[in-house]
């Protein structure tokens, strides 16, 4: 019986020195891959934008954000393409910015200025 107490506290003890804090972190996340953003065709009600669909390496799902001049368009979006009605553009230089995020702190954006002659 002494044997087997030996050898069980002797597993017991490399068990728990074999342990680390890196076994308890999870995995980092990483960040959307890059997209690319375009301007769509004019249409009566406002100005398309369409950007390809950004893929996140760790398999997350990934939603988009679009931003005029600063401001929060709209978020959670998970379509590949927004209007952006004429009344919410200034006259002159605007800037579009889209971010896909992966809700875990990941992202990834891309920038369009676009002039509007009013």
Known sequence: MRIF???LLIGLTLLIFNCNADDDQSKENSNP???VLTE???TNIGIPFNWTASIDPD???VVYAVYLNGLLVIEDL???TYVIEYN???SGENTILVIASDGLG???EQELVVNLIS
């Open 78 to 80: 998970n379509a590949l």
């Open 5 to 7: 107490k030996f050898i």
């Open 33 to 35: 891959s890059a997209f």
């Open 106 to 108: 990941g992202a990834a």
């Open 40 to 42: 769509g065709a004019a």
């Open 88 to 90: 919410q553009f200034i």
């Open 59 to 61: 398999d997350d799902d």
